[in-house]
């Protein structure tokens, strides 16, 4: 099945590119089980949140994600992954709005990949939704695999007693993210004169469940205002990930920070990895996050049985688990958008091996796994201190 953008002899059942769907929900309309469908490069603009019930490739033609634009224009939802075996693939998302809960995208089963999902919103007003979470992207139980979360924001103004748990980039409840990129998102929480607050905030992730593996979270910003908290429950901020379950791996954090100001009145918590439950951080690189009123720097918070292991961390001797590691000397660096350690880091090397590494690759498609450990954080540095050179 094939779309291209305002084809003006489309006809059903679009079964070639001269009868392509002038639409993307033309042809999701209509599209029976095991249908690829092609789309055009363009810039689609659907009336209504693109729905995969069926098993259906919905896939951008030319492979490159800026080719094909699915823009909701702040009107709602871009799209609805429901069938454990359909895909998203090859796009980008943009201009997604609702009240909270996944703004760009729900996936309940099945795929997102090589996606850009970008320039979407939530905003909540409050009242009483205590137990739902709110992300721009939601992940119940399917993948995201090598997708870019960037530049959404989300804001809440409370007036009335709320906990919500609160995520900018992703929520993930269930399922496997592996080779992501999140950053640049901002998310604003705050409460009036009477209001009482929201949740646990993690201002790239907020991990329920499932895994999250090989990914960078970056530059993502939480910052809550005038937050007037009176019903006894603290209440922890994450610049990068607040975790109550699931499992953490070889992911890198830098750059996010967390702000607060105002009628506090009960015990905060600020970090940039903040985990509890029973969550399971391991073999991660957590540097340069920062509390900005106080321009902390901020690391990883254990709470509950939470257990980290083999992380590169400001604070890891305080950390509960084996094979933390200070951050000391260029423990990362930034070239050409490449976030990734040098051979003289002590997350080289460092990390703790899983079966799983021997056929992955890193989040920049290299081996995964190089020399004789798995190396901290999302990068594996492919040029090992012990490398040989032989000259003859
Ligand atoms: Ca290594």
Partial sequence: MYVAKGNENAAAPYDSWETAAATIEDA???????TWIHVAAGTYTPAEVLMLTNVVRLAGETGDWKDVVVDAQDKRRVAWIENPDAALESATLTRGY?????????????ALRNCRVTACRFHNTGG???????????????????????????SFMYNGNSFTPTALGLCQTAGLTDSCVVTGNYVYVGANASGIGTGNTGGGIH?????????????????????????????????GLYASGGTIINNTFVGNSTTARDGLSVELTYGAVIASGDAVVENNLVADNH????????????????TFLHNCAKNAAGLPGEGNVETKGEVYRVRGGVVESPASSPCHDAG?????????????????????????????CQAGAGTVIQLR
């Avoid at 609702?98 to 099945?110: D, E, K, L, R, S």
């Fill in 291 to 306: 509390e900005t009123t106080t321009e902390a720097e901020i690391g990883c918070v254990a709470q509950g049985s939470a």
């Fill in 207 to 239: 991990l329920i469940g499932g895994t999250v593996r090989n990914s960078l979270v970056a530059w993502n910003r939480v910052n809550q205002i005038h937050h007037k908290v009176a019903d006894g429950r603290g209440r922890s901020f994450a610049g």
């Fill in 352 to 380: 703790r091996n899983a079966d799983w590494m021997a056929e992955a690759t890193d989040l920049y498609g290299r081996p995964r796994l190089f020399g004789k450990r798995v190396d901290i954080g999302a990068a594996e």
């Fill in 128 to 154: 009483q939704i205590d137990g739902n979470s709110y992300s721009v992207v939601a992940n119940v139980g399917g993948t995201i695999e090598d997708c870019l979360i960037d530049n959404n924001s989300g």
């Fill in 98 to 110: 609702t009240g909270g809960y996944a703004a760009g995208v729900h996936i309940g089963g099945g």
């Fill in 28 to 34: 999701l309309r209509i599209a029976p089980n095991s």
